[in-house]
């Protein structure tokens, strides 16, 4: 079972430099989130996908673009690095339901420095 | 908007005694639900418990509880009978449902570092 899939686990960057971060999962979960963890500033999410086909803004989406190329795959493009988005970034996915426990499937974690 | 709040940044708490981490949340949204995950020093996020607004009891895993106090807008964490491999991170976090569809944020806490002492 590898549930949610992240690449890479680790990369560091030049300033200016762009970068994908690849997620996917086989749960057939519905919905998918990119989140950010900063020291002494918990998880914050930067974009989701509620379901195939539809993106939307979370706290901190400047800097960031994602695509949900279909329902298993969520990816993160940083188009110009800059050094305040290093970071460790988490793709997670739910079902999704719009009411009760949707308990977030996380995925290992990419820890990205930008330079 | 939503908001969780932990106030404490770091606990230590002697193995096998109880410990409460607090948190506490803000929503205007009629109906919402409530997490608590653990992240150990390895770094994946593992879910502990889940508290509905409207469950009528509270929730409980195994060793860990949900202390959810409604009208205080508080759901704090209980593990019992602390060991070793508590000591970790964990965050709150908080779903609101709603009818203009943002059901599917989930807001997290900055987190409360955990340390059991042997």
């Known amino acids: 079972n590898a549930g949610v899939t992240q690449t890479p686990k680790f990369q560091v960057l030049k300033t200016g430099q762009s970068m994908t971060l690849q997620c996917a999962q086989d749960?057939?979960?519905?919905?998918m989130y990119w989140y950010r963890q900063d020291p002494g500033m918990g998880l914050r999410l930067i974009y989701y996908?509620?379901?195939?086909?539809?993106?939307d803004k979370g706290e901190v989406p400047n800097g960031y673009n994602v695509s949900r190329l279909n329902k298993r795959e969520f990816s993160l493009r940083l188009e110009s690095a800059a050094p305040s988005q290093t970071s460790v970034y988490f793709c997670?996915?739910?079902?999704?339901?719009?009411?009760?426990?949707?308990?977030?499937?996380f995925g290992a974690g990419s820890r990205l420095t930008v330079l | 908007a939503q908001k969780i709040t932990q106030t404490q940044p770091g606990m230590f708490v002697q193995e096998k005694e109880a410990v409460t981490l607090d948190c506490t949340y803000d929503t205007s949204d009629p109906s919402y639900g409530l997490f608590w995950y653990k992240q150990p020093s390895s770094g994946e996020m593992i879910f502990l418990i889940y508290q509905g607004s409207y469950d009528q009891q509270n929730a409980t895993e195994g060793r860990y509880s949900l202390n959810f106090q409604k009208a205080r807008k508080s759901a704090n964490l209980v593990i019992s009978a602390s060991q070793l491999g508590d000591s970790a991170m964990y965050f709150c976090?908080?779903?609101?449902?709603?009818?203009?569809?943002?059901?599917?944020?989930?807001?997290f806490g900055k987190g409360t570092l955990l340390t059991v002492n042997p």
């Open positions: 997670a996915s739910t079902f999704g339901q719009p009411s009760g426990a949707n308990v977030l499937t």
């Open positions: 749960m057939n979960h519905n919905s």
């Open positions: 976090a908080m779903r609101g449902y709603n009818s203009g569809g943002s059901n599917y944020k989930l807001t």
């Open positions: 996908s509620a379901s195939e086909g539809t993106t």
